[in-house]
């Protein structure tokens, strides 16, 4: 087998890349096989993104898998227990342990985060070049550049809805400082600011040494990541949780939503964040009603577990065919994204049969960790850095007033953004109310992933404690996102293609079209390309029309999102009538985006100010139209 492996991959040396050699050579003959198909459309400059759907998912399917091979690596050592029975929890646990039959602490809370790519240990280029420099020159926002029509700023609030549920650093006690050069001084509003390291923690493992936990679990959503925030949540009546009479978060005494004080996630929010908590509790507490109106003898607890379950689902679907197709704007990844998570017109007609390929990853008969115990990973940490998102104001708009055209409402007034963040936030958005601000955000374009894009007033933030207070130490965000990637050994921007099989750049020009952009980057990074910031790479490179991500943030997306599906047992082995009652499976099947949430919540938002399908696009846009040509067999134009 090894000589005919030899035989097969040498003549094929000539023409693959250089750089992929070594990773070939480790290959099995029918992962060679794939690799050469698609890295000969990658060499040869054919776009898949330009072919008929079905050739670009074959294009695409091929490249998942050999991530799912080569990209995944674990962190700490793989528990050696004896396998767990999953009937003795049919429900989420508090901390997200027992998720994974083989694994009992897989995704829970205070676990390792995965890698993607193996560590690049840089220690001595933290400062190369300056994390502020780099902010201050390439990132900084000059004027606001959005998205169009595309996503709206409920889609900006939506992703940090998500990454709150799944990803925040253990911090170390000992702090960093850096100082803005004298280049760029006068143009940082911070002359230095102070943060705390991330905790390095021994991994027990040979051959990644040391790692950063995880304080949240995945599987968490609204509810908290450990069981005494979790208890303090609920009403302990009917499997409800805590939320005001107007529909809106209850706060404490010192304004602190109680959602986010006993979930433990009272960092770094704003209005928009409260906005999205306030609409799942709804939908949690209305999942509770009906259930108890099905089922009249489930008690307080089952009600709240089943209840947990269904809102965990919609709020993974809604992420996965409503969110991801906005942000990924093509016919080929509405396919995609339609297959992952259910195919329902062919689940609905034949049943989950086929595996994944035809039924897609949710109902599979058990879950697929590929080898690798599932846990998030610094890599996605890092593509969803995404506060570019972000305006520099929240357009609120008169939602007393008749609707214009396209159901558009009235400008009222332009409240800055920082004055929607963190404790005065909380204040401020309690005023405008529920109504106002979801139709203000669903008419608002949000910031375009590009450099030059990321909000000023994100340069002097006032960050939190893990209890919500704030920090005397401002920082200067984007240049501390910098810093942070190079701080946890996340490869930068060359090296991390490489590793993802896709053709490094080898000059500035392969990069971008952009003349300034070249310019700027010559003079920051000077001509060696290796050096290039991740982050920088990420909102440089030329978008695949429809994308608002790059296509090498998109490969993690491809990797990751599909993992975050099929190694939960929830969504595959335990997708069933048993666990989720057969009205909570109903609700979560007839579910089909967040549009579909706010009807059941707010039928009158959505009727009188919604003219656009998705509640993530900009709500005055018009509705997706018929188009007779079967998906598959669409040619993006």
Request: aromatic share 10%; glycine share 6%.
């Amino acid at each position: 087998m090894e000589f005919l492996k030899n035989l097969f991959t040498a003549p094929l040396h000539h023409f693959i890349h250089k750089d992929f050699h070594e990773v070939v050579s480790r290959m099995t003959l029918i992962d060679k096989f794939l690799f050469l198909i698609v890295h000969s459309m990658d060499k040869l400059g054919i776009l898949w993104h330009r072919l008929p759907v079905f050739v670009g998912l074959f294009y695409l399917g091929p490249r998942r898998h050999l991530h799912q091979e080569y990209n995944l690596f674990n962190v700490g050592e793989t528990p050696a227990g004896v396998r767990f029975n999953p009937g003795d929890y049919p429900y989420p646990t508090a901390n997200g342990e027992y998720n994974d039959p083989f694994n009992e602490g897989a995704g829970s809370e205070g676990t390792f985060f995965g890698r993607n790519v193996l560590p690049a240990d840089k220690k001595h280029k933290l400062l190369k070049p300056d994390p502020v420099v780099v902010a201050t020159k390439l990132l900084s926002r000059r004027s606001f550049i959005d998205t169009g029509k595309q996503f709206n700023t409920i889609a900006a609030a939506w992703i940090q809805f998500m990454i709150h549920d799944w990803i925040d650093h253990l911090e170390d006690t000992n702090q960093v400082e850096l100082e803005a050069p004298r280049e760029v001084a006068g143009k940082c509003p911070l002359s230095s600011f102070k943060f705390y390291k991330t905790k390095e923690v021994p991994t027990g493992f040979h051959e990644i040494k040391h790692g950063h936990l995880n304080v949240r679990t995945p599987w968490c959503a609204i509810y908290g990541s450990n069981a005494e925030r979790l208890h303090k949540l609920r009403t302990f009546k009917d499997g409800k949780l805590k939320i005001a009479k107007d529909g809106l978060l209850l706060h404490d005494q010192n304004g602190v939503a109680v959602v986010r004080e006993k979930s433990g996630d009272v960092r770094n929010t704003w209005a928009g964040l409260s906005t999205l908590q306030a609409l799942f509790v709804k939908e949690h507490n209305a999942v509770c009603d009906a259930l108890k109106k099905e089922y009249p003898d489930l008690g307080d607890e089952e009600l709240y577990r089943h209840a947990r379950l269904v809102t965990s689902a919609v709020i993974a679907k809604v992420h996965t065919i409503d969110w991801t197709v906005e942000l990924l704007k093509t016919d080929t990844l509405l396919a995609g994204m339609r297959m992952e998570f259910w195919e329902k017109k062919f689940k609905d007609t034949f049943g989950h049969v086929g595996g994944a390929i035809l039924g897609g990853f949710v109902g599979m008969k058990k879950p697929e960790n590929h080898g690798v115990p599932y846990s998030l990973t610094e890599e996605f940490t890092s593509v969803y850095r995404m506060h570019a998102l972000l305006p520099d104001t929240l357009n609120l708009r008169d939602i007393d007033a008749q609707p214009g055209p396209n159901k558009s409402p009235p400008l009222a007034e332009k409240v800055p953004m920082e004055n929607l963040v963190g404790h005065k936030g909380e204040k401020a958005s309690s005023d405008i109310g529920f109504g106002k601000r979801i139709v203000s955000m669903g008419h608002q374009a949000c910031g375009a992933l590009e450099l030059w894009n990321y909000p000023l007033w994100l340069r002097d933030l006032i960050p939190q404690n893990t209890d919500g207070t704030d920090r005397p130490d401002h920082v200067d965000l984007p240049a501390l996102e910098a810093y942070r990637d190079r701080e946890r050994k996340v490869a930068r921007y060359n090296e991390f293609r490489r590793a993802l099989l896709l053709i490094p750049i080898f000059k500035w020009e392969d990069l971008t079209e952009d003349k300034e952009a070249i310019e700027v980057l010559n003079e920051v990074y000077g001509d060696d390309v290796e050096e290039l910031d991740l982050q920088v790479g990420l909102m440089a490179e030329k978008k695949i029309k429809g994308f608002a991500i790059s296509e090498t943030a998109f490969v993690i997306f491809l990797l990751m999102a599909s993992r975050r599906l099929e190694a939960d047992r929830f969504f595959t082995s335990s997708f069933n009538e048993e666990t989720y009652t057969k009205k909570g499976l109903e609700w979560v099947n007839t579910t089909e985006s967040l549009k579909d949430v706010l009807h059941r919540h707010y039928p009158e938002i959505t009727e009188k100010w919604m003219n656009s399908t998705s509640a993530f696009s900009v709500w005055d846009s018009p509705p997706n139209s018929h188009n007779p040509i079967p998906l598959y067999l669409r040619v993006p134009q």
